[in-house]
């Protein structure tokens, strides 16, 4: 059974930069009928999509996103692992790293349980 | 980039059936079928629901369904239990290699 697991710090900065890990397990990253993506939350609103990768490295982003943003991908550790820069209060949300089916169709399953960030001083 | 729109609310009470819309544009939900819903319970992760705009996963019961028209998706419980009692998100693919999610629907069993 596929499982997602986010790590990484609860509280950053304002204009730093937000590091998060999602660990795969249960399956291989490296499948290449699969991307891995990051969604976010923010407290009481909806769900954003950051962006997505394949195991080979091809990444694809939000546009609204795209200039502080970087998905990079482990295979050796079935991690894949999320950056976003120069973060602000409007970037404090639930973070959820997700397997992304997007060839001849678009799905997220399954989802990791969430990780919650907070940028704050 | 703006997200597809859903009604904040619906409710219903227990064995009615209600339907959510998502509403996008010929370049999301009208220009391809790759539409998928997910359920939101207080506290939990997303749940795919619906993909490919209509097809059910493994384990979804058969009360949910999804269809679309034109540039509008909808979501259709039917005999709704309190366990519906949710958020629901619908999701398309948009040109150029992204996606977008719509802003949620608070699904009420009265």
């Known amino acids: 059974q596929l499982q997602l697991q986010e790590s990484g710090p609860g509280l950053v900065k304002p204009s730093e930069t937000l590091s998060l890990t999602c660990t795969v397990s249960?399956?291989?990253?490296?499948?290449?009928?699969?991307?891995w993506g990051w969604i976010r939350q923010p407290p009481g609103k909806g769900l954003e999509w950051i962006g997505s990768?394949?195991?080979?490295?091809?990444?694809f982003y939000n546009p609204s996103l795209k200039s502080r943003v970087t998905i990079s991908v482990d295979t050796s550790k079935n991690q894949f692992s999320l950056n976003l820069s120069s973060v602000t209060a409007a970037d404090t949300a639930l973070y959820y790293c997700?397997?992304?089916?997007?060839?001849?169709?678009?799905?997220?399953?399954?989802w990791g349980q969430g990780i919650l960030v907070t940028v704050s001083s | 980039q703006s997200a597809l729109t859903q009604p904040a609310s619906v409710s219903g009470s227990p064995g009615q059936s209600i339907t959510i819309s998502c509403t996008g544009t010929s370049s999301d939900v009208g220009g391809y079928n790759y539409v998928s819903w997910y359920q939101q319970r207080p506290g939990k992760a997303p749940k795919l629901m619906i993909y490919d705009v209509s097809k059910r996963p493994s384990g979804v019961s058969n009360r949910f369904s999804g269809s679309k028209s034109g540039n509008t998706a909808s979501l259709t419980i039917s005999g709704l239990q309190a366990e519906d009692e949710a958020d629901y998100y619908c999701s398309s693919h948009r040109g150029s290699s992204t996606l977008v999610f719509g802003g949620g629907t608070k699904l009420t069993v009265l």
């Open positions: 990768i394949y195991s080979t490295g091809s990444t």
């Open positions: 249960g399956g291989s990253i490296s499948s290449s009928s699969y991307c």
């Open positions: 997700a397997r992304h089916v997007w060839s001849g169709t678009s799905w997220f399953d399954p």
